[in-house]
């Protein structure tokens, strides 16, 4: 990876992995393109539209990109309340970005997610191979995603990449869309309010992971040695499975007087009990070093320092 494009930039991985790019291989060295415009510019940026294919090659041409990282996509909520728009923009950006490492002989990465399975997967310990039968749109989006990832490396020899993400949890952008938003919204809500209304039924497990390791998972995938990784697209990864009460008595330790109730949305619910609680990551361990720092009371203590100092700011601004 020398000169890298991403795409979705302004999203909720992006925006951090940008900064994290250009800190290890130069600013100039990293593309942003986004569908918004950027109000500051501090690096390269281009507005990009990833279902417009020529765009996205004419960017990567003009600057001489060896690697793509496509970002860009409906989370599953989002992607439930909108399927059309969800297929067109998903795979439609998908296969744009494919093409244009093919043609550009380009290294690719690009997110699955634990969206990729379904009822029918084991639930624990879900294995790396196993069942992929989604029920929702998202779903469908990455399984069709892993297997044209895998498709464009075995038919065109495309060094393609990913992991299956859980639910990523930041301080920086807000994930907006996804089922596992809860496990950001409730930090905002218990430094803001005090309380939290969870949207999640309690008992619910889902995997989750701190946006720093989900950062490097990227940078070591990427920079893994090709001739050992027996998977492309996509590998389980995750570093806590926690359901919402557990995560609720985290953070009172740190917030005392923070308390939470349920109202439970039927559609993201049905989402949530449709994924995997917790999954096995034996493969990533082993084919490319997988490791995280932050377990959940790590992450617990971090979030909510590093949020109340960006609160705080942006009350006194
Ligand atoms: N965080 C994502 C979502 O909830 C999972 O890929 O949609």
Known sequence: MKKIMVTGALGQIGSELIEKLRSIYGED?????????????????????????????????DFGADTMMHLAALLSATAERNPLLAWNLNMGGLMNALEVSRELNMQFFTPSSIGAFGPSTPKKDTPQDTLQRPTTMYGVNKVAGELLCDYYFNRFGVDTRGVRFPGLISYVTPPGGGTTDYAVEIFYEAIEQGKYTSYIQE????????????????????????????????????????????LAAEIKKHLPHFTMGYEVDPVRQAIADSWPNSLNIEAAQKEWNFKTEYDLARMTADMLEKLKIKLHKKAIS
């Open 29 to 61: 060295n990293v593309l942003a393109t986004d569908i918004r415009k950027l109000e500051y510019t501090k690096g390269p940026f281009e507005v990009l539209d990833v279902t417009d294919g020529q765009r996205m090659y004419d960017l990567a041409k």
């Open 203 to 246: 008992g619910t497990y889902m995997d989750m992971m701190y946006m720093p390791d989900a950062l490097q998972a990227i940078v070591d995938l990427m920079e893994a040695d090709s001739s050992k990784l027996v998977h492309r697209n996509a590998f389980n990864i995750t570093a806590m499975s926690f359901e919402p009460s557990q």
